[in-house]
């Protein structure tokens, strides 16, 4: 994965935008858009757009940085954490996503794993160049499968600070000429261990992290919102799952490490969430990696798995 | 024996640990006096901290005839404590019979405060920094600080700093319901969210304890503080207050079968064998304790009794959060550290008070401390640390049976103890040694010995 994205040149077409675009702007069109591919028949190419989107100079704003560490349980320093610059450049993501010659629709998409390189520390005084574009479109046994990667710089710096690579599943489409991979083989049943932090998640957790992250996705506000595009209830952003797990990881990480995370079913709001941390020490006792699993500890369904390692 | 790479010294002289190291003088314990402990919402639900150290303070100035006395510094803490109670101990003595000239200061390490004011003061004694100190400390389960919302402290704060009325009027906007909700303290561990109880659950079932053990165990607590309480024991070590004269929670009439009959609270969600009750674990409770310490001098100067002298202690930490030892696992590395340096072990010790947080953790510290891997590969010994006599832990009941207000536990314990020791050492005449041990919050643990005089 690493060499295939982390060199940093693409062939992609930049194309710069004169300040982030609104989110909820997105949202809106990207319904529009789903109600037009309704209407008109869906989108037949399987090509993904050439073009990346990027924006120069992005600024961060430290009250929104300090409620987002708080939420989390990162102590308010003045780096970044590694899930809010993935917040900062989502709306980038979206917007790749949102284009007309994307060929998948964009809302109703699951986020499938997340993966992080954050090789330099990035603080709050830092401007930002961030870029975003779409790859690697191929089949899932539900349906289909892209990668968002997305890159973060000090402005005018050539060299990335940020690297992320977000899988999304667009579930039940299926795209001619892009094949269905034969069914995964069957994941050894997950088996509950000793937690070592239980998580009491309150109804407005969805809202609090739309808050500070700036993702309104109805799905994650509350049930009413949520119920009208077909979920049960609110369920919580995958990011801020993982980013909890990664400010649970605590400072053995350090400050260039690689973050993945792979989500397996979704956290409905209220609950609890049990998380086991496993720390893999080096022949010297050296920190080496941490492995995080959440589950249900009601049903013993794992929510997400992933995993924090030495860079 | 070598832990973790220090060497120890032997003790002065055979006999005696107290003789001294050159230079320091002897820290010794006068007595102690304590109000009986309360169960929450109960005899003391109305009593402030403030109030309830004052009681324990005053009885023990009448005790030992304190009153106008100006005392070297008296530090006491509480663990549930209100921010209008940031010089709590400074305001006890100002309503207390001491002279107003008495300094005093807060101390707060979870429920190791009261024993660590002990190890602070009597090193102060030691040192020939004061001649005299009283230790302390105080809990209400009851009577605990409220917090306002997030919301609203932070719509309260940047009123206070707003300048014009349109900026208030912006500010209180922001205000929702919710934000009206008070938030009541809890018992979870800040960086895991697992409860005190649900984290020794995980090591309960990690020492396999069983739940038969357990109830043996508060049992024995009850009895044993029946029997002292019958005998008089406390006779001189506590003042009745608002109408209780024995801890509220005790329980002469219990039995194992009774115990048996309770339901497991504790790790009933955490995939482990649930085990721990209510009868085995300690309730919240309201109380506070006091320790008159002093130098050898002031206390002959004043005609005081020296029941016994601190000799040394040790704080020990364990790395918790990801699992590596359990919350309360900390005293087990701390005793084996502290008997090395007075090179003891455990046959030298003639009392031992390991603070009953839960039956299962006194039981789960027994175990490590007799499991010979656990001792080689984490304690760095060559074998087990070895086995605790069960007819010398806890002989007058501890906090399963007296309750457990946080701060105030360590004065409970060391009070009785150097009490009892003077007992054994005059009836032996030889010198008694009694260890302590607190466990608490965040991974920590305070251990000290005592021995008679």
């Given at each position: 994965?690493r060499?295939?994205h982390g ?5 992609a ?19 529009a ?11 037949d ?6 073009e ?72 709050f ?12 479109l ?16 000090r ?27 034969s ?16 998580w ?6 969805g ?24 979920m ?16 649970d990881?605590?400072?053995s990480?350090?400050?260039s ?55 | 024996?070598s ?9 002065e002289?055979?006999?005696s ?13 006068v ?8 169960r ?14 004052t ?17 070297g ?7 549930l404590k ?14 207390s ?55 609203l ?6 009123l206070?700093r707003a ?22 303290p ?20 990690q ?5 038969e053990?357990?109830d ?13 309480y ?12 608002r ?9 002469a ?8 009959t ?12 649930a ?5 085995n ?5 309201d ?7 002093a ?15 601190v ?5 020990a ?15 087990v ?17 003639d ?7 839960f ?13 010979e891997?656990f ?10 640390f ?21 701060a105030?536990?360590?004065?409970r ?15 032996t ?23 008679s005089?």
């Amino acid at each position: 994965m690493r060499a295939e994205h982390g060199g940093g040149m693409t062939s992609a077409r930049p194309v710069i935008l004169g300040e982030m675009p609104s989110l909820s702007k997105l949202y809106v069109n990207a319904a529009a858009q789903a109600a037009r591919r309704r209407l008109l028949g869906t989108h037949d190419g399987t090509a993904l757009p050439g073009e990346s989107h990027e924006v120069r100079g992005v600024a961060v704003d430290v009250a929104t940085l300090t409620a987002y560490q708080h939420l989390i349980g990162e102590t308010a320093s003045d780096v970044l954490p590694a899930g809010f610059i993935h917040a900062l450049a989502f709306p980038l993501a979206m917007s790749v996503m949102n284009r007309d010659d994307f060929p998948l629709p964009l809302l109703g998409m699951i986020h499938l794993r997340n993966s992080v390189e954050q090789r330099i520390p990035v603080f709050f005084t830092d401007a930002l160049d961030i870029t975003a574009r779409v790859e690697n479109l191929r089949g899932h046994r539900a349906g289909t499968q892209v990668d968002v990667i997305a890159e973060v710089r000090r402005a005018g710096t050539a060299e990335i600070c940020w690297l992320g690579i977000s899988t999304y599943l667009a579930k039940g489409v299926f795209l001619p000429g892009i094949d269905k991979p034969s069914p995964a083989p069957d994941r050894a049943e997950f088996k509950v261990p000793d937690p070592t932090a239980l998580w009491h998640l309150g109804v407005d957790t969805g809202r609090a992290y739309a808050a500070v992250s700036g993702d309104f996705n109805p799905i994650h506000l509350s049930v009413l919102s949520a119920k009208a595009l077909g979920m049960r209830r609110s369920i919580a952003h995958g990011m801020y799952l993982a980013s909890r797990a990664l400010a649970d990881v605590g400072p053995s990480r350090g400050d260039s490490f690689a973050w993945e995370v792979d989500f397996d079913a979704p956290v409905f709001l209220p609950c609890r969430v049990a998380l086991e941390i496993t720390t893999v020490e080096g022949s010297a006792g050296a920190w080496c990696r941490s492995d995080f699993v959440a589950w249900n500890p009601r049903s013993g369904r794992r929510h997400f798995h992933g995993s924090v390692s030495a860079l | 024996m070598s832990i973790d790479g220090q060497s120890t010294a032997g003790p002065e002289e055979a006999g005696s640990l107290t003789a001294g190291i050159p230079g320091l003088r002897r820290a010794v314990i006068v007595g102690g006096n304590r109000i009986p402990f309360a169960r929450a919402g109960g005899a003391y639900a109305k009593s402030a901290n403030l109030d309830m150290l004052t009681a324990a303070l005053d009885g023990l100035i009448a005790r030992f005839g304190l009153q106008d006395e100006r005392i070297g510094e008296v530090a006491a803490g509480a663990v549930l404590k209100h921010s209008r109670d940031f010089n709590l101990t400074r305001e006890a003595v100002l309503g207390s019979a001491l002279s107003a000239e008495t300094p005093a200061y807060d101390l707060q390490q979870a429920c190791a405060t009261g024993l660590e004011t002990v190890v602070g003061l009597a090193n102060k004694i030691k040192l020939g920094q004061i001649d005299s100190a009283v230790a302390g400390g105080v809990d209400s389960a009851s009577d605990a600080p409220v917090v306002v919302s997030e919301g609203l402290r932070e719509v309260i704060l940047d009123l206070s700093r707003a300048k014009t009325l349109p900026q208030r009027l912006q500010i209180l906007s922001r205000l929702r319901p919710k934000d009206l909700a008070p938030l009541a303290p809890g018992t979870a561990e800040p960086r895991t969210g697992l409860s005190m109880g649900e984290h020794q659950a995980l090591t309960t079932a990690q020492w396999k304890i069983s739940r038969e053990a357990q109830d043996e165990l508060a049992y024995n607590s009850h009895r044993n503080l029946a029997a002292a309480y019958d005998s008089g024991f406390f006779d001189d070590l506590l003042t009745p207050y608002r109408g209780l004269s024995r801890d509220g929670n005790l329980r002469a009439d219990t039995s194992l079968e009774k115990l048996a009959t309770l339901k497991p609270v504790f790790g009933k969600n955490l995939g482990a064998d649930a085990t721990m009750t209510a009868g085995n674990s300690t309730p919240l409770t309201d109380g506070a304790s006091t320790v008159l310490l002093a130098s050898e001098a002031w206390a002959d100067a004043h005609d005081l009794p020296k029941l016994a002298a601190v000799v040394d202690a040790e704080a020990a930490a364990v790395d918790f959060v990801h699992g590596k030892d359990g919350l309360l696992m900390a005293p087990v590395f701390a005793v084996p550290r502290l008997l090395a340096r007075q090179g003891l072990t455990l046959a030298d010790i003639d009392f031992f008070e390991i603070h009953e947080a839960f039956a299962a953790t006194v039981l789960s510290t027994l175990a490590a401390w007799e499991d010979e891997e656990f001792c080689r590969t984490r304690l760095g010994l060559e074998g087990a640390f070895g086995s605790v006599d069960r007819s010398r832990l806890n002989v007058n009941g501890s906090s399963l049976a007296a309750g457990h207000p946080f701060a105030a536990t360590g004065g409970r314990i060391v009070a009785s103890l150097a009490k009892q020791l003077h007992a054994k050492g005059s009836a032996t005449g030889r010198p008694a040694r009694g260890l302590v041990s607190v466990c608490a919050a965040g991974g920590q643990g305070v251990v000290a010995i005592l021995e008679s005089l």
